[in-house]
């Protein structure tokens, strides 16, 4: 076939000059690439940013431009964020809440408030299986105790067993 370059070229929507030039790296782009990888296993939140940021200290003469296309071409990514659990999360960031690997692993009990339509407030107790999600209990009154919860929770001791952890 005989078809021109620049015809090809048009036809493709490449630019002419990348068939005449081969790209080619700089001699130091491993050891460059070599000391990125590094910094960001050292620290893993970091973007290319930080990191350009970081080399730059180390005495590296790049730019962010070139960092964030070695970055995209090493397959560099920052890890997603995990969303709070509120007070199940320790100051540092790591995550301390247990989950459950099977039926009465992990039973989690919490109270729900409201009123009804006279204005008077009532309570409930709810006691979950987190595994399977089933609803083991629910006590309603206008005033729960202590000695009411500990009531439900030994009934629940007799007929399913104890969990190994209690939320």
């Known amino acids: ?48 940013r930080r990191i350009a940021a970081l080399l730059r200290d180390a005495g590296w003469q790049v730019n962010d431009k070139r960092v964030e296309r070695l ?38 009990y919490d109270f729900v408030h409201h009123r009804t339509d006279d204005g008077r407030a009532f309570r409930t107790l709810n006691i979950l299986d987190e595994h399977s999600r089933e609803c083991l209990a629910i006590r309603v009154k206008r005033k729960l105790n202590s000695t009411e919860v500990i009531d439900t929770l030994t009934d629940l001791f007799i007929l399913r067993g104890v969990p190994a952890y209690i939320r």
């Open 71 to 108: 970055w995209r071409r090493e397959g560099l990514k920052v890890p997603m964020k995990q969303p709070k659990k509120g007070r199940l999360w320790l100051n540092d960031g790591s995550c301390v809440r247990l989950r459950p690997e099977y039926c009465n692993h992990v039973w989690s």
């Open 1 to 48: 076939m005989k078809v021109s370059e620049r015809r090809v070229c048009q036809v493709l929507g490449q630019h002419r000059s990348t068939q005449r030039r081969l790209p080619c790296g700089r001699a130091d782009e491993e050891r460059l690439i070599a000391d990125m990888i590094e910094l960001t296993r050292q620290f893993g939140r970091y973007g290319y």
